[in-house]
């Protein structure tokens, strides 16, 4: 009778992806860190990436919610990265402003997408990222053409600063940078840039700070050239430097 009981509250969740995008994977299994009452394993399978969870009691519905939240944040970040880089055609921006123009772009509907997106997933015991994408978020998709249709073909530096201006402006919430981490109010490391493949890792820190929809950031230590200028050009007025 115990074990049939224990076999009823268990939960089973599987989460795969193409094996191109096992850094999903990895970031969804990330979450999964420092809980107890979890078994977990990544397999990959053919050219699949596969994670496999499985929890008992109260864990298991907490743990379907936390998995949910990060596969929506795939979907919003990641694969919407990917559609913005594939169809964005601007002249104007260097290599660098470009990416932060898409990391704006992403962060300006990000709450409102994962929320929208967690509402669907967060029942789903098995996730197929890639097959969700393709055939449940034809209409996801097709805002995000109507956005890429309203940009200019051409940007200046002005009007991307002007963008940024628009995007923070009324976020209340605050960011703590450190070296290259970026933490928040709850002292816990963002890893959202992990979404995006490429960029180096300093260029990964300035994204961190732009997806995180904070208004203010917090510097624990000393800038680099790059975050400064950053800063100075996105974030003026909304920069604090800690002294002990």
Known sequence: MHNDAYTEC????????????CRYIAYVANVLQ?????????????????????????????????????????ICIGYKYDYLKQNIKIAGL????????YASIIAADFP?????????????????????????????????????????????????????????GGRKGKVFLKGQKVYDSRCRRLRRADLIEEGGRELNSLREIVLSC???????????S????????????RVGFFSS
């Open 94 to 101: 260097n290599k660098e402003d470009i990416e932060i123009l």
């Open 214 to 224: 904070a208004g203010k950031v917090e510097c624990l230590t000393a800038l680099s």
């Open 10 to 21: 268990m939960q089973n969740i599987r989460v795969s992806d193409k094996q191109k995008n």
């Open 112 to 168: 409102e997408e994962r929320k929208y997106l967690v509402s669907y997933l967060e029942e789903m015991q098995e996730h197929t990222i890639d097959g969700f994408y393709n055939f449940r978020l034809c209409a996801l998709q097709k805002k995000w053409k109507g956005v890429i249709n309203c940009l200019p073909s051409s940007f200046s530096k002005k009007q991307l600063a002007d963008f940024m201006e628009y995007l923070i």
């Open 34 to 74: 420092g809980k107890e009452g979890i078994q977990s394993n990544i397999a990959f399978q053919g050219d699949r990436a596969i994670l496999q969870v499985e929890a008992s009691g109260n864990m298991a519905s907490l743990l379907k919610y936390s998995i949910a939240e990060k596969v929506a944040e795939v």
């Open 226 to 237: 790059k975050q400064e200028s950053f800063l100075k050009s996105y974030y003026a007025g």
